[in-house]
């Protein structure tokens, strides 16, 4: 009889923090994935709720992401374009930025080096 072994479940953190300009920043901590989007799924739809969601995501403390973890971002995409708002990236590793360049997020969305760049992109 074979031995299974328990998969490993996925761990991420979510947490938000205001900043001037009425910006967002969601900071994501751990793995992104079918195990974890629904905590950022719920974490979005707080955010949604505010009349103009300007969102910037904090990539800095995400070790992997895969297709469902950005299929979040991509679906919130039309709540907050109707609300006149937007949502942009900052901090992602070579491996996300390159992710999300081949997926095609970069046509979509502002990917900047920091945090502190896309909120200042913000007051412009």
Known sequence: M???R???RSTMQASVTDHRCDVAVLHLRGELDADTAGRLYTTLADLLE???PRIVVDLTGLRFCDSVGLSAFITSKQ????RGGWLSFAGADDFLT???KTVGLSRYFA???EVEDAI???QL
């Open 50 to 52: 505010r009349p103009v």
């Open 111 to 113: 990917i900047f080096p």
């Open 6 to 8: 328990a998969r490993k």
């Open 79 to 82: 709540v907050i374009a109707a």
């Open 98 to 100: 390159q992710l999300m």
């Open 2 to 4: 074979p031995i299974q």
């Open 120 to 122: 200042a992109a913000a």
